[in-house]
Each structure stands twice: as structure tokens, then as C-alpha cells.
Nanobody, 124 residues
Framework: QVQLVESGGGLAQAGGSLRLSCAAS????????MGWFRQAPGKEREFVVG????????VYSDSVKGRFTISRDNPKNTVYLQMNSLKPEDTADYYC?????????????????WGRGTQVTVSS
């Protein structure tokens, strides 16, 4: 059974940091590109950042570039999202997703597996 379980969300102040984790099981993690998406209330789910199967390539949305860092630990079947310099507009539910390809797409419809999300709230 495929599972993606996010953790690490919570409340942070503007300028603060949070680290999200996504633990994967039920598929060959190292064969999948991984992405983080977020969805704010009343808005569509949007791409945040993605990482290739080996971790050698990353893709960042302009809104988080320079503040967020994605990484993965293939032996631990886990992908991480380090979020620094948080802003109130980063408030959203954050989801990790997996795609069985070498590429790191930004389109959410190209991802096969999804977690249930973790909530991040940034206060001003």
C-alpha cells in the first residue's frame, strides 16, 4: 500500500523556520521524483519545489527560491522541506507528491501519489 505521510507543520512567526518531512512507503522511493505543493484556503494547489530521483536536480517556484530548500534521503525513504524566512503568504496546507520519472514536473496532474498534507500557519 502506497503511503506518503507529511509531518512537521505547525505555527511559526514571520521570519521563522519550519522543517517538513514526508515519509514514503509502498513503492520504490528512489525511482520517483518528489514534489512539494501547497494549497491556501480558497486557492488552487500550487507547485512549491521538486527534486529528482537522485537528488541532483531541484526545481523551485519563484515565490520560495532562496528561502526553501528541498532534500531527500533515499535510504530513509524521506523527502524534506526546510522553510526559512517564512512569510504570512506561506500559510497553506503542504502536500508531498511522487512521480515515477526522471523529470521534475511542476504540473500537479503529473504526480501519481499524494500525501494528505500538513498545515503550516505563519503569523505576522
Amino acid at each position: 500500500q502506497v503511503q506518503l505521510v507529511e509531518s512537521g507543520g505547525g505555527l511559526a512567526q514571520a521570519g521563522g523556520s519550519l522543517r517538513l518531512s514526508c515519509a514514503a512507503s509502498g513503492f520504490t522511493f528512489s525511482s520517483y521524483a518528489m514534489g512539494w505543493f501547497r494549497q491556501a484556503p480558497g486557492k488552487e494547489r500550487e507547485f512549491v519545489v521538486g527534486i529528482s530521483r537522485s537528488g541532483g536536480d531541484t526545481v523551485y517556484s519563484d515565490s520560495v527560491k532562496g528561502r526553501f530548500t528541498i532534500s531527500r534521503d533515499n535510504p530513509k525513504n524521506t523527502v524534506y522541506l526546510q522553510m526559512n524566512s517564512l512569510k504570512p503568504e506561506d500559510t497553506a496546507d503542504y502536500y508531498c507528491a511522487a512521480r515515477g520519472s526522471a523529470l521534475v514536473p511542476m504540473q500537479k496532474q503529473l504526480y501519481k501519489y499524494w500525501g494528505r498534507g500538513t498545515q503550516v500557519t505563519v503569523s505576522s
